[in-house]
Structures are given as C-alpha cells and as structure tokens.
Nanobody, 123 residues
Framework: QVQLVESGGGLVQAGGSLRLSCAASGRTFSTNVMGWFRQAPGKEREFVAGIHWSGGNTRYGDSLKGRSTISRDITKNTVYLQMNSLKPEDTAVYYC????????????????WGQGTQVTVSS
C-alpha cells in the first residue's frame, strides 16, 4: 500500500499563489508516476499535472498549464504543485495520486489517492 497526504491548500485571492505538497509513504517503490487532480462541485475530476519519480518527466493538463509547475523531491518522497495567477475557477479539492503505469491523465489509471486539500480562490 501507498499512503498519500496532501497539504498546502487554503484560501487565496485571485492572482495569488499556492504550493501544494504530497507526501508519499509505504510501498512507494511500487509507483512510477505521481499526479495531481482537482474536482470542483458538480464537475468531474480532472488531471492537473503529473511527474515521473525517476526521470522527472512532466505532463500538464489544460486547466493550469502555464500557471503551474509540478516537481518532486525524491529524498523526501514528496511531490509539489506550485500554482500561480490563481483564478476563482481554480477553486476545487486538489488530490494527489500515484500509479505504476505510464504518465497518464486518466484518473481511473491511478491506484492510490490522498484525501484531498481544499483550494479556494476568492475574487
């Protein structure tokens, strides 16, 4: 099993920034890719960004492309999502996820999920 714990969410004004963290523990060696997703009320969960643990290759979804950066610290088993120029429509619960598959954007391909952290952007 892999445990994922997100942190760093909160309330921020439009135009502001937040950095989310996801700490992984357990059988992390069984995972290849870490991803960030978000889900707003009444909407489907959508892919935000993903990163390979080993090579650091990244992939971004359309929602925060150009306004976010995903990174990882292997020594800390932690993945980060830096979000800038936030907009009210970025308000959602942000989830960290892990998979042993290729870097995929589909939520159904991720095996492990954190509990989520709320991000609220005020106008």
């Amino acid at each position: 099993q892999v445990q994922l714990v997100e942190s760093g969410g909160g309330l921020v004004q439009a135009g502001g920034s937040l950095r989310l963290s996801c700490a992984a523990s357990g059988r992390t060696f069984s995972t290849n890719v870490m991803g960030w997703f978000r889900q707003a009320p009444g909407k489907e969960r959508e892919f935000v960004a993903g990163i390979h643990w080993s090579g650091g290759n990244t992939r971004y979804g359309d929602s925060l492309k150009g306004r976010s950066t995903i990174s990882r610290d292997i020594t800390k088993n932690t993945v980060y999502l830096q979000m800038n120029s936030l907009k009210p429509e970025d308000t959602a619960v942000y989830y960290c996820a892990a998979t042993n598959r290729l870097l995929t954007t589909a939520a159904r391909n991720y095996d492990y999920w954190g509990q989520g952290t709320q991000v609220t952007v005020s106008s």
